[in-house]
């Protein structure tokens, strides 16, 4: 499942549980484990050059905590969106923990299946 369909379908079956509590539905979301598709780079902070970010399938863009090792992180040398062009991603699929900064939503991912070369992201 898309983290942010599994964001909105935490915050309906949370809400539905636990409607009388904003901390109740918070709590049943940071910590859940997700499966991830997308392109991962850096270059989209402009506070930080190497800050990592993820895109998902549906392209929303969500901070990270990489976690996976050194090697994987090797693997992510060139990954990098560009503001206005797409830039050169990677492509990579995974697993991440969801973790919530306020209503920031950031996936510190821990296990990487596959990390693909950069490449001309086409939008």
């Known amino acids: ?11 309906c079956l949370a809400s539905a549980a636990q ?3 904003l901390a109740g539905l918070r709590k049943s979301v ?3 484990e997700v499966e991830i598709t997308g392109h991962i780079g850096t270059g989209l902070d402009l506070t930080d050059p190497e800050t990592l970010s993820f895109r ?5 863009i969500y901070p990270v905590v990489f976690d ?9 040398e060139g990954c990098k969106f560009a503001m206005f062009s ?18 920031t939503l950031r996936l510190i991912i821990f296990e ?3 990390i ?8």
């Open 86 to 103: 797409g830039g050169t991603p990677c492509a990579m699929t995974g697993k991440a923990e969801i973790e919530l900064d306020g209503a």
């Open 30 to 32: 940071v910590g859940q």
């Open 56 to 60: 998902d399938e549906a392209k929303n």
């Open 112 to 114: 990487v299946t596959s």
């Open 68 to 76: 996976a090792g050194r090697a994987a992180r090797k693997q992510l």
């Open 1 to 11: 499942m898309k983290p942010a369909a599994l964001w909105i379908a935490c915050l």
């Open 19 to 21: 409607a009388e509590s």
């Open 116 to 123: 693909q070369a950069p490449a001309k992201l086409a939008d």
